[in-house]
């Protein structure tokens, strides 16, 4: 059985570039042009950014999802023992067998000799490991923006008092 996404790579793209443009007009909706911004305009930014990371977060857990399914590891959460006490198999590993091997199988194989999951179509994999990049890079950037928002309300909260 082929595994099931919900979105493909190029999808996952251009959700990020959708979130980037809300983000943007949602900065330009509460910064005023031409002039310095108020510790006021600057707060509101900052929730701007945060509701905006809050978004993209969960793009990228819907993005990781599919990658664990893509590679065929969607079978319990990240460090939880599978069944018969095992853990489960990370992306890009194949799980433990037990001593009659009858353990979780690996790829199915079709009858042409040809595997039907992880390795089906690793071009489109690749193409969702850089999805998952891009998000990351915009992440970082937000996250520091962010940051930046922060320092400087406080420096004026500082400068206030």
Known sequence: ???ETTRSASGYEEQLRRHELAAGRALLQVLPEGEPPSARQLAEARRALTRALRDLRGLKRELELDLRRHHGGDRQAPGRAGPGGRAPATPGQQP???RAGRGQ???QRTPGGGSRTAGRRP???YRYEAAGNAIDE???RWEARRAQLASEIERRSARRR
């Open 1 to 3: 059985m082929a595994p």
């Open 96 to 98: 433990a067998r037990t």
């Open 105 to 107: 199988a690996g790829p």
């Open 123 to 125: 071009e489109e994999l």
């Open 138 to 140: 915009v992440l970082d």
